[in-house]
């Protein structure tokens, strides 16, 4: 019979994600077949399984952490914001339908059934599963129609091992309002306790310790230290919290503008690895003064985010840098921004609207959604700052609803592979100083990865060093 066990969260954020991770581990290694599961995630960044579906990444991670390939019955349920008040459903990979809060509060009893046929199905499959809850099971306004806490338990008939994040503060406050707050039925369910992200002498923590147990009648299984690790953020609560603040210490600076419903920003993690690389997110216009790249990113919302950077400046900010010889860059929705002229009759109806001009491009939404992981090599001539990726291989995946054609004076950046035949994709201008990409990953590449050099005032060239991607000064 198929074991499982639960972890919940006193709150979003307190690393239920990565002991998921580890507890999968643990179990592939004792020899047990062990799969993730999520039923409901929400993610402004996601990920691409081999088979081309859309999933948490949270669940793509864990998955290699148990030793087996991501597949979408780990995460049948994957909302992806598109405003404050809406997001996009996708559905076992694929794009249902977009929905606001409170219609898909009510939707959620019908997508019971089919959750619990597809743990089901991985129940039937796998000797472990380690489920992931979502934010906290004490969100007492949702309980009625839970579907990723509790209610999940419930389905499964699982144990839950409560987590809470003692980094924040309140730790006991946490756990104790948690329980508080949960029904008898649902407390029973509550086996244990983990402290996570402790930092300093664990003594210190023993007397708290007793006196939560004595409270709640709960023990705590353990506390685990503050771990550096370096993975990927799913949502928007890393950057709010200042997780990519710049050093500025470092040599080169790339400016990656904070658009409102900035999708995939998991892109910039290898440039922030970078040892002479600072990642500034910017969102006023004098934030991009001073850099040496400038990148409009994913967006969940293209149009609406194209108008909040001309609402806030932003938009003749990018502009001016240009101006200044400074590079421009826009990936997904950001290379979209760049062009001429965007055309939606798909998602917001604005029909036919102005993009910033700077490459010479028309994109058109389409109904269905690109999903898929890609292999590409750079086009052999590239200009300027590209000029030492010509040439190279690199991978990454496509996650989109338009297509982008080039008009005159924009030249092919990549051709990618897809079903063995080669497919254009990308926009450079003669002079490098505007490129875009539909293709997410591509820093990951070693064709893109900047390493050693300086930027100095003056015009600014590229250096290839081995396969690396050296940007220094004139």
């Known amino acids: 019979m198929t074991q499982a066990v639960m972890l919940q969260g006193t709150a979003s954020d307190v690393g239920k994600s990565v002991l998921a991770a580890g507890l999968c581990r643990i179990f592939y290694q004792d020899g047990l077949r062990t799969a993730p599961f999520k039923s409901q995630n929400m993610a402004l960044n996601s990920g691409i399984t081999p088979d081309g579906k859309e999933m948490g990444r949270a669940q793509i991670f864990q998955a290699e952490a148990a030793g087996i390939m991501p597949d979408v019955c780990m995460n049948p349920v994957l909302l992806k914001p598109t405003s404050d008040r809406q997001a996009q459903i996708v559905l076992m990979g694929k794009v249902a339908t977009n929905m606001d809060a409170v219609s898909y509060h009510d939707y959620k009893p019908r997508l019971r059934e089919q959750i619990l046929a597809v743990y089901n199905s991985l129940a039937r499959e796998y000797d472990v599963i380690v489920l992931e809850g979502a934010g906290s099971p004490a969100e007492i306004n949702l309980r009625d129609r839970d579907i990723v806490n509790m209610g999940m338990a419930e389905m499964a008939q699982c144990p839950v091992i409560l987590v809470a994040d003692i980094d924040r503060g309140g730790v006991f406050a946490a756990i104790y309002g948690t329980l508080a707050l949960l029904h008898k039925q649902e407390r029973d369910r509550v086996k244990g306790v983990i402290i996570n992200k402790f930092r300093g002498d664990v003594a210190l923590l023993y007397s708290g310790i ?64 970078q040892p002479d690389v600072r990642i500034r997110y910017v969102r006023r216009p004098e934030e991009l003064a001073d850099v040496d790249l400038a990148i409009l990113p994913g967006s969940k919302n293209t149009l609406s985010d194209l108008a909040w950077l001309r609402e806030s400046g932003m938009a003749d900010a990018v502009l001016q840098t240009h101006r200044q010889g400074v590079p421009v860059m826009g990936i997904c929705g950001g290379y979209q921004m760049l062009g001429d002229t965007i055309v939606d009759e798909v998602e917001s109806g604005l029909g036919t609207q102005p993009g910033l001009g700077l490459l010479n491009t028309i994109t058109r939404f389409a109904q269905d959604k690109t999903t898929t992981q890609v292999n590409a090599t750079m086009s052999g001539e590239l200009p300027g700052w590209l000029a030492a990726a010509a040439g190279l291989p ?33 926009a450079v201008t003669a002079d490098g100083l505007a490129f875009g990409t539909y293709l997410h990953g591509l820093f990951d590449s070693d064709a893109f990865t900047p390493c050693g050099g300086q930027w100095v005032t003056g015009a600014k060239r590229t250096c290839a060093v081995g396969n690396d991607f050296l940007l220094c000064g004139a």
């Open 210 to 273: 007793e006196q939560i147990e004595s409270l709640t009648g709960v023990p705590v299984l353990g506390v685990m230290p503050w771990l550096d690790v370096d993975l990927e953020d799913e949502d928007g609560v890393a950057l709010q919290n200042g997780k990519y603040k710049g050093n500025d210490d470092r040599d080169i600076t790339i400016a990656i503008v904070q658009l409102p419903h900035i999708s995939n920003f998991t892109d910039f993690n290898a440039l922030a690895a």
């Open 394 to 426: 690199v991978r990454g995946y496509e996650i989109h609803m338009g297509e982008t054609v080039l008009q005159e004076g924009c030249c092919t950046a990549m051709t990618l592979q897809k079903n063995g035949c080669p497919v254009a994709d990308g």
